[in-house]
């Protein structure tokens, strides 16, 4: 009997849910809290989780009966992969399928609609409306063509958004720690320090692992053209976050939009300094990790791990 666990049905597509149904003995879709997922996912042999579900070795330890783990993530650290392997739990990702990828464009189109918001004071300027003021002059903003874009990372995100702000009549510059491939419209800087002197807008798009961690902190911001915007809809822990905290009230930064917090699952928004400064200012735009929220990239990625699962447990069972 296949036994598989979703702690957080609202966070999945509808498909999956139905397929998931019809093709294992039991699918169990139930919104649960941490704790209680760490008591019950040791009695399921898959689990179908997102960000906001970590899954530590409790889970794993020996006597449980959980052999893989389903995450339509390209981002990992919600689990403690070394004890996935020690322990033989499968982890199904998505940082691997490059075909698929390819396909899904909802982070990259999030990150050019968070700078146009930024630019442009889209949300100040639908507030003032919905609060009765019709004040056209008090939201003038920033044409994005002209612009220097510097993107950390070039990457499939950084390409996607590359091409997209080319389109807009940016002038697009990348950094790139693995020395990839550019095409024209890109001019290539050597270094990270050269690439933030220059950019009006400076957007992340690397992974986060021991090298990216905290690449961007108090020395980088210091070096950042003043006045300019920083997109984050990468990885928190990319930037240093106090650092960039007072850089933005400083005014070193003109603004920012992020879609990731520390944190983010674990404190409560009226604790998170962040969010608290976003309240009193109209320089920071924050969104609650929706980067990969739309109903196309869930639907694809869910269905990915899902088929993938299936494969193997059929392969397994005629092993």
């Known amino acids: 009997m296949t036994r598989l666990l979703c702690p957080a049905p609202a966070s999945f597509s509808r498909r999956v849910m139905v397929e998931a149904g019809r093709r294992l003995d039991e699918a169990r879709f139930v919104a649960m809290t941490q704790r209680s997922f760490d008591r019950e996912a040791p009695g399921f042999d898959a689990v179908l989780v997102r960000f906001q579900t970590s899954l530590g070795e409790s889970v794993m330890r020996s006597g449980s009966r959980l052999r893989a783990i389903l995450s339509p993530t390209t981002g990992l ?76 990372g070039y990457g499939r995100l950084g390409r996607k958004v590359a ?48 090298e990216t961690r905290g690449m961007i902190g108090r020395s980088e911001l210091r070096r950042i053209k003043p006045g300019a915007l920083l997109l984050n809809t990468a990885r928190a822990a990319i930037v240093d976050q106090r650092a960039f905290l007072d850089a933005l009230k400083s005014g070193q930064l003109g603004g920012a939009a992020v879609d990731v917090l520390e944190g983010e699952h674990t404190i409560g928004s009226a604790k998170h300094p962040l969010i608290a400064y976003a309240r009193s200012h109209n320089n920071l735009l924050i969104t609650p990790h929706i980067g990969g929220a739309t109903e196309e990239s869930i639907e694809k990625t869910d269905m990915n791990v899902l088929q993938r699962y299936l494969n193997w447990i059929g392969r397994n069972s005629h092993a």
């Open 77 to 152: 650290d919600h689990i403690d992969l070394e004890a996935a392997r020690r322990h033989g739990v499968k982890v199904f990702h998505l940082r691997d399928q490059k075909k698929l990828l390819a396909s899904v464009s909802a982070t990259a189109e999030l990150t050019i609609a968070l700078m146009l918001a930024l630019m442009r004071k889209l949300p100040q300027a639908a507030g003032s409306v919905l609060g009765d003021r019709w004040q056209t002059a008090n939201f003038r903003g920033a044409e994005a063509a002209g612009k220097v874009l510097g993107i950390v």
């Open 163 to 210: 091409r997209t702000a080319h389109a807009l009549g940016m002038k697009v510059h990348a950094y790139d720690i693995r020395r990839a491939a550019m095409p024209a419209f890109v001019t290539r800087c050597r270094t990270l320090p050269a690439l933030l002197r220059k950019a009006d807008v400076v957007s992340i798009h690397v992974p986060l692992n021991d």
